[in-house]
């Protein structure tokens, strides 16, 4: 059975830094991307980047980058998105989606993870 | 403000039939396939809809997709109180070298 599945929720506070993580399961990690993917309180899915474990490639939506770094360990099955210094319009719930390709055939996200509630206040 | 423009909210009664419009440009619905997905209240998204209208395993023929040009539509019929959620439709836009979402469509069936 495909699982993803996301740490805990955290509260931090403005500054510090986090790094959330995002575990696979079931399938070989290393041949699908993994998106990540913030929903803000009350809002909607807003794509941040993904990558692709089995050679480290990464992408981010242009709204994203240099905000976060996503990164991946192969030898875990796990996938990371981390802050280095939280703000508190970082405060969302953010998920990880697997995706088998990047764009045309596959591209879509098919299994999610539970979300990562990070709440981000002084 | 979205890439991909959806109705903020649709509304029908229990058994009819309910349409969510996901409009987009070239660079993106134009040239790209499009999946749709549904949040329930408290839940992840789950995959509705990938490649325009295909359905994923367990996904009921209630639910169907389609694309014309620019814009691609997400049909519910049958609509039952369970169905009451938020849907988003997404792609790959080439021009941003990103994924991006509609704003999502919330479903009441009254």
């Known amino acids: 059975e495909v699982q993803l599945v996301q740490s805990g929720a955290e509260v931090k506070k403005p500054g510090e830094s986090l790094r959330i993580s995002c575990k696979g399961s079931?399938?070989?990690?290393?041949?699908?991307?993994i998106a990540w993917v913030r929903q803000m309180p009350g809002k909607g899915l807003e794509w941040m980047g993904i990558?692709?474990?089995?050679?480290?490639?990464?992408r981010y939506s242009p709204s994203f980058q240099g905000q976060v770094t996503i990164s991946a360990d192969r030898s875990l099955s796990t996938a990371y998105v981390q802050w280095n210094s939280l703000k508190a319009s970082d405060t969302a719930m953010y998920f990880c989606?697997?995706?088998?390709?990047?764009?045309?055939?596959?591209?879509?996200?098919?299994?999610w993870g539970q979300g990562t509630l990070v709440t981000v206040s002084s | 403000q979205s890439v991909l423009t959806q109705p903020p909210s649709v509304s029908a009664a229990p058994g009819q039939k309910v349409t969510i419009s996901c409009s987009g440009g070239?660079?993106?619905?134009?040239?790209?396939?499009v999946s749709w997905y549904q949040q329930l209240p408290g839940t992840a998204p789950k995959l509705l809809i990938f490649?325009?209208?295909k359905r994923p395993s367990g996904i009921p023929d209630r639910f169907s997709g389609s694309k014309s040009g620019t814009s691609a539509t997400l049909g519910i019929t049958g609509l039952q109180t369970g169905d009451e959620a938020d849907y988003y439709c997404?792609?790959?836009?080439?021009?941003?070298?990103?994924?991006?979402f509609g704003g999502g469509t919330k479903l009441t069936v009254l």
């Open positions: 070239s660079s993106n619905i134009g040239n790209n396939y």
């Open positions: 990558i692709y474990p089995g050679d480290s490639d990464t």
């Open positions: 079931g399938y070989s990690f290393i041949s699908y991307w």
């Open positions: 997404g792609t790959w836009d080439t021009r941003l070298r990103a994924w991006v």
């Open positions: 989606a697997r995706q088998s390709t990047l764009y045309g055939s596959g591209s879509y996200s098919d299994y």
């Open positions: 490649e325009n209208n």
